[in-house]
T-cell receptor
Framework: SAVISQKPSRDICQRGTSLTIQCQVDSQVTMMFWYRQQPGQSLTLIATANQGSEATYESGFVIDKFPISRPNLTFSTLTVSNMSPEDSSIYLC???????????FGQGTRLTVV | RKEVEQDPGPFNVPEGATVAFNCTYSNSASQSFFWYRQDCRKEPKLLMSVYSSGNEDGRFTAQLNRASQYISLLIRDSKLSDSATYLCTATDSWGKLQFGAGTQVVVTP
């Protein structure tokens, strides 16, 4: 398993501002992901955070809105840029130790945009 | 069509009873399947893996039916603490997990 520390756990932000969420893993992992979960909804994959290269974004998500960094195999950040109330959601960092293996999640960041 | 679909419930279950629910997946190439439990305002936590031969862990039993492309979860002797949302997942063609929207289970005294 992997222990994941995600912060902040929650934040209330003004529209038009940006928030950066950090994810720290206690061991080196190959696969690292960022998800969004809106109330009562499924987890939606935003992107795969690639170490040393640009993230791979899923349909409907773009780098300008959700820039991601992954400087090494234990750390990643997700920025939610130019926020609007529609961005209010829970954002989750996740890791898989290998292709097809189970995923482990950070505690999530509950974001409210006002 | 969503890749993984679940009955959202809620399944209202008397304490001590058995509850079972399914999850269907659309990608016949999916190789790995898991059930997660998510409590309100918490992150999903792995409940159990689903193997081709089935998997049992205490009161929980998971089954895989590849022919019909569904997985199931059965909870025996339900406890109040089993109340949660249960998410099923299947891997996509790249080994990433696709999640269902979850099935809510409410165990009542």
């Amino acid at each position: 398993s992997a222990v994941i520390s995600q912060k902040p756990s929650r934040d209330i932000c003004q529209r038009g501002t940006s928030l950066t969420i950090q994810c720290q893993v206690d061991s080196q992992v190959t696969m690292m992901f960022w998800y969004r979960q809106q109330p009562g909804q499924s987890l939606t994959l935003i992107a795969t955070a690639n170490q040393g290269s640009e993230a791979t974004y899923e349909s409907g998500f773009v780098i300008d809105k959700f820039p991601i960094s992954r400087p090494n195999l234990t750390f990643s950040t997700l920025t939610v840029s130019n926020m609007s109330p529609e961005d209010s959601s829970i954002y989750l960092c996740s890791v898989q130790t290998g292709v097809g293996t189970e995923a482990f999640f950070g505690q999530g960041t509950r974001l409210t945009v006002v | 069509r969503k890749e993984v679909e679940q009955d959202p419930g809620p399944f209202n279950v008397p304490e001590g009873a058995t509850v079972a629910f399914n999850c269907t997946y659309s990608n016949s190439a999916s190789q790995s399947f898991f059930w997660y439990r998510q409590d309100c305002r918490k992150e999903p936590k792995l409940l159990m893996s689903v193997y081709s031969s089935g998997n049992e862990d205490g009161r929980f039993t998971a089954q895989l039916n590849r022919a019909s492309q569904y997985i199931s979860l059965l909870i025996r002797d339900s406890k109040l603490s089993d109340s949660a949302t249960y998410l099923c997942t299947a891997t996509d063609s790249w080994g990433k997990l696709q999640f269902g929207a979850g099935t809510q289970v409410v165990v009542t005294p």
